[in-house]
């Protein structure tokens, strides 16, 4: 069984940063990507940035340059500093760990972005 916990999210005004943290537990063996998901309400959950196994990473166009992905797989830990935000961003993010053909989701964290 594989939980993920993610915390940091909160009010921000635009332009502010936040930082996202999502920790997994249980039992996670071999190569494993951990990432981070969007939803905003009436649209469909997408990807917002993800760091593969190797630490390769893949962001969507929409925060490349203003958000990092990063991870610690001591802690298997993945974090998400965003910055300049903007309310276009505003959306609940769910941590993500994908191993093999399994994936697990986190509770999601609200982000919203407003003045």
């Known amino acids: 069984q594989v939980q993920l916990v993610a915390s940091g999210g909160g009010l921000v005004q635009p332009g502010g940063s936040l930082r996202l943290s999502c920790a997994a537990s249980?039992?996670?063996?071999?190569?494993?990507?951990m990432g981070w998901y969007c939803q905003a309400p009436g649209k469909q959950r997408e990807l917002v940035a993800r760091?593969?196994?190797?630490?390769?990473?893949n962001y969507a166009d929409s925060v490349k340059g203003r958000f990092t992905i990063s991870r610690d797989n001591a802690k298997k830990t993945v974090y998400l500093r965003m910055n300049s935000l903007k309310p276009e961003d505003t959306a609940v993010y769910y941590c993500?760990?994908?191993?093999?053909?399994?994936?697990?989701w986190g509770q999601g964290t609200q982000v919203t972005v407003s003045s």
């Open positions: 993500n760990l994908k191993v093999g053909d399994f994936g697990f």
């Open positions: 249980g039992s996670i063996f071999g190569r494993y990507a």
């Open positions: 760091m593969n196994s190797d630490r390769s990473t």
